[in-house]
């Protein structure tokens, strides 16, 4: 199973981004829908990787307390997908983001920049 992560960029603070993670190969679809659990981690630079978000697949989500309120997860399994919408971006929010299915696969991450 492969994961891309997608939808980093540069935005100002205050802005918006979409984030998604497709998971492609052999028993893909199965392990999407079967994995109970998926999520999101970023790493700041010189910084340990930590949780932003998780979902499970009957759709309850924990976040980071640093998130909350302002970054939504969901997930299409019809789609194999997996997404994080942010609003409300901070410069603190600067980081590279990994998507994780069940923490067994990692994505190779999505840079998200924040400029104040």
């Known amino acids: 199973v492969q994961l891309q992560a997608s939808g980093g960029g540069l935005v100002q603070a205050g802005g918006s981004l979409r984030l998604s993670c497709a998971a492609s190969?052999?028993?893909?679809?199965?392990?999407?829908?079967?994995?109970?659990?998926m999520g999101w981690y970023r790493q700041a630079p010189e910084k340990q990787r930590e949780l932003v978000a998780t979902?499970?697949?009957?759709?309850?989500?924990n976040y980071a307390d640093s998130v909350k309120g302002r970054f939504t997860i969901s997930r299409d399994n019809a789609k194999n997908t997996m997404y994080l919408q942010m609003n409300s971006l901070k410069p603190e929010d600067t980081a590279v983001y990994y998507c994780?299915?069940?923490?067994?696969?990692w994505g190779q991450g999505t840079l998200v920049t924040v400029s104040s």
């Open positions: 994780t299915l069940g923490l067994s696969f």
């Open positions: 190969g052999a028993a893909s679809g199965r392990l999407f829908s079967i994995i109970n659990t």
């Open positions: 979902i499970t697949s009957g759709g309850s989500t």
